[in-house]
Nanobody
Framework: QVQLAESGGGLVQAGGSLRLSCAASGTIFGLNAMGWYRQAPGKQRELVASITRGGSTTYADSVKGRFTISRDNAKKTAYLQMDSLKPEDTAVYYC?????????WGKGTLVTVSS
């Protein structure tokens, strides 16, 4: 069983920064991709950024140049540095990891960006 502990959400003014963390624990073999998704009220969940074990990254167009995903394989932790935040970034952010081809989700952390 894989558990994900997310942290770092909160309230920030537009233009500000936040850093999200996602720590994986439990019986983990073959932790591959780690990523962040978000879901705003009334909208579908969407991919924000992902990173493979080898460090290859993917970003949504809406966050390119503002968000940076990274990971520490030894700590089984992924990070999402979010800079130049905009009100439209307001959403619940979910951590997602793939272990042996099986997806696991965190409970989500709320990010609110005020204008």
């Amino acid at each position: 069983q894989v558990q994900l502990a997310e942290s770092g959400g909160g309230l920030v003014q537009a233009g500000g920064s936040l850093r999200l963390s996602c720590a994986a624990s439990g019986t983990i073999f073959g932790l591959n991709a780690m990523g962040w998704y978000r879901q705003a009220p009334g909208k579908q969940r969407e991919l924000v950024a992902s990173i493979t074990r080898g460090g290859s990254t993917t970003y949504a167009d809406s966050v390119k140049g503002r968000f940076t995903i990274s990971r520490d394989n030894a700590k089984k932790t992924a990070y999402l540095q979010m800079d130049s935040l905009k009100p439209e970034d307001t959403a619940v952010y979910y951590c997602n990891v793939m272990v042996m081809g099986v997806p696991y989700w965190g409970k989500g952390t709320l990010v609110t960006v005020s204008s």
